[in-house]
């Protein structure tokens, strides 16, 4: 098998059980990469990590809620204690509870904020230090820590209030963070999509999804490997080119 560019590198990814995360992993598995696929969903782990194996690649399932910070920090230390290093941290992990506030929940809210914000927080505190020490010993010299937005982090819409808010914190955490690390040769970036064909939808009710679907009805959504494209391309890049942020919209969508 020739050389592949992440050959020897080690990817962490959140949210790998389906959509854009199973995607990635296949993705930088495809690349060369080893990879720790992190979720609630131990059988779709296991599924994810037998198809990375069909297709000549090594992936391992930990099974971990990353919304508890210590569940975070084992989940890390498992993907060292199995992989032997961290070089490449994806934080995919996240949900969308779109309603008006007036017919929300707090328990809505605080899923979101569970998991779009406080899981990514656990889970890169953990990693950080992990990426700095690949970066200075890895042949490629450079480390990258990806964190998967929306373009609702940057057009705020009703009824997405609180993911908004969950997006647009990211990306401003995402920018500090790429300023704090640059000089270690982590790279942080941020990618945005929009309309992709995942599971997302299905946490939302019956009418607010009714009234999503109707609202990109002629629209092509993207596809979970569109998102995977972009962020393999993001990591596989040589150490002086760093992507900071991209936007990523289906081809025929106007907004």
Do not use: C
Not at 195 to 221: W, Y
């Amino acid at each position: 098998m020739s050389e592949q560019p992440l050959d020897g590198a080690v990817a962490l990814v959140t949210g790998a059980s389906s959509g854009i995360g199973a995607a990635t992993a296949r993705r930088l598995a495809r690349e060369g990469a080893a990879v720790a696929l992190v979720a609630r969903r131990r059988d779709r782990l296991d599924q994810v990590a037998s198809d990375i194996a069909k297709l000549g690649g090594h992936a391992v399932a930990v099974e971990a809620d990353i919304t508890e910070p210590e569940r975070a920090e084992d989940a890390v230390q498992d993907t060292l204690d199995r992989l032997g290093r961290l070089d490449i941290l994806v934080n995919n992990a996240g949900i969308m509870l779109l309603n008006p506030a007036l017919h929300t929940t707090i328990e809505e809210w605080d899923r979101m904020i569970s998991l779009n914000v406080a899981a990514l927080l656990h889970i890169t505190h953990a990693a950080v230090p992990h990426l700095i020490y690949a970066a200075s010993t890895s042949p490629r010299q450079v480390a990258d820590l990806v964190n998967v937005s929306s373009t609702a982090g940057r057009a705020s819409r009703p009824g997405s209030s609180v993911y908004a808010l969950t997006k647009s914190g990211l990306n401003a955490f995402t920018e500090s963070l790429r300023q704090e690390l640059f000089s270690e040769h982590v790279r942080v970036s941020a990618v945005a999509p929009d309309v992709v064909d995942t599971e997302l939808v299905n946490h939302l009710s019956d009418t607010i999804r009714d009234a999503a679907r109707r609202q990109i009805a002629g629209i092509e959504a993207l596809r979970p490997e569109d998102i995977a494209d972009a962020i393999s391309y993001i990591v596989t890049r040589e150490r002086r080119v760093a992507v900071n942020e991209m936007l990523i919209r289906a081809g025929d969508q106007a907004w």
